[in-house]
Nanobody
Framework: QVQLVESGGGLVQPGGSLRLSCAAS????????MTWYRQTPGKQRELVAT???????NYADSVKGRFTISRDNAKNTVYLQMNSLKPDDTAVYYC??????????WGQGTQVTVSS
């Protein structure tokens, strides 16, 4: 059984930073892309950042220059460093992983709240 365990969410003031982590465990085999999504009530889940097995990255325009995605393949872990946070970044952040068989896994979500 595969599990994605997310951590690092919380409450932060505007301009602050948070680092999210998502660790995959179980029989996940070889991981291809690892992605962070976010969702706010009443809105569709949106892609925040993705990183391929080769290290190529892609970001939503709204987070470019502020967020950095990275991964540790030995630990099957993906990170999202979030700097210069804004109230509009408030959302539940979800980890999304695809393995080499194109099987998709989702994390349970972690709340990020940016407020003074």
């Amino acid at each position: 059984q595969v599990q994605l365990v997310e951590s690092g969410g919380g409450l932060v003031q505007p301009g602050g930073s948070l680092r999210l982590s998502c660790a995959a465990s179980g029989n996940i085999f070889s991981i291809n892309a690892m992605t962070w999504y976010r969702q706010t009530p009443g809105k569709q889940r949106e892609l925040v950042a993705t990183i391929t097995s080769g290290g190529s990255t892609n970001y939503a325009d709204s987070v470019k220059g502020r967020f950095t995605i990275s991964r540790d393949n030995a630990k099957n872990t993906v990170y999202l460093q979030m700097n210069s946070l804004k109230p509009d970044d408030t959302a539940v952040y979800y980890c999304h992983v695809v393995n080499h068989l194109s099987v998709v896994y989702w994390g349970q979500g972690t709340q990020v709240t940016v407020s003074s």
